[in-house]
Structure formats: C-alpha cells, structure tokens
C-alpha cells in the first residue's frame, strides 16, 4: 500500500503483511499524489471512498488523519490517527527514510507530532 503520513516529514511507500510466513506488498491508492501535491481536500474524498472498501485499513486511516490535519482539522486528524492505532488490521509501512514500522507505530508517531504542536489528545 502506498501512503502518505505528511506529519513529522514520514512518507509510507508500501505495505506488507505482519502475519503468516510469506510477507506480500501490495499497492492500493492511497491518495498519495494528492498529499504529495498539497491537495488535502482531494485526498480526503478519495481516501473516504476507499476506506468504504477498505475499513479499518490503517495506511488509508493514516493518510485520512494527515489530509484532516493538512487542512487544519486537528480534532479529525487524531481521531483517524486512533483508529488506525486501534485497528484489527495491521501493515509494516516502509517510510520515505527506508525504516520499516508497523502501522501502529506510524499511528502512533502521527499522534505524538500532534500533540508536540501542542494539540491535546483527549
């Protein structure tokens, strides 16, 4: 899965299984270009529409709390930031730096960017 955290400067390029023996990485469309390229409100209707597909698919939740948080919805931003930390769903998420986390680690740095900008988490 290709996505996009604009918070802390961290770009997720690609998604792989955490589970099982065979790690697979699969591409969805994760409204990266529109992130990259500053169009937040853009992304958002794409990512909203592939997370009807997709629920609880934490690269999407993430870039959805990135676009909310690029247009200032900081109260909407934490709360797709939690719900890709609480998913049922995980991915290890290769950064733009080439570290590979899992999802909820990314969640969870969104967050922290968050709050060190001084928003507060409830």
């Known amino acids: ?23 697979a990485t699969q591409q969805i469309d994760a409204a990266y270009e529109q992130l990259v390229g500053g169009e937040a409100q853009a992304a958002i209707v794409r990512l909203e529409t592939a997370l009807a597909d997709n629920p609880g698919d934490p690269a999407l939740l993430i870039n959805l709390g990135s676009a909310y948080a690029e247009t200032g919805n900081l ?17 290890r998420l290769e950064l733009a730096n080439g570290e590979w986390v899992d999802s909820r680690t990314a969640a969870r740095r969104a967050l922290q960017t968050l709050e060190a900008s001084g928003f507060a988490l409830r």
């Open 1 to 23: 899965m290709i996505a996009f955290l604009a918070l802390g400067g961290l770009l997720i390029a690609q998604a792989g299984a955490t589970t099982g023996t065979t790690e």
């Open 75 to 91: 109260e909407r931003a934490a709360e797709y930031y939690q719900a890709a930390l609480s998913s049922s769903d995980r991915y």
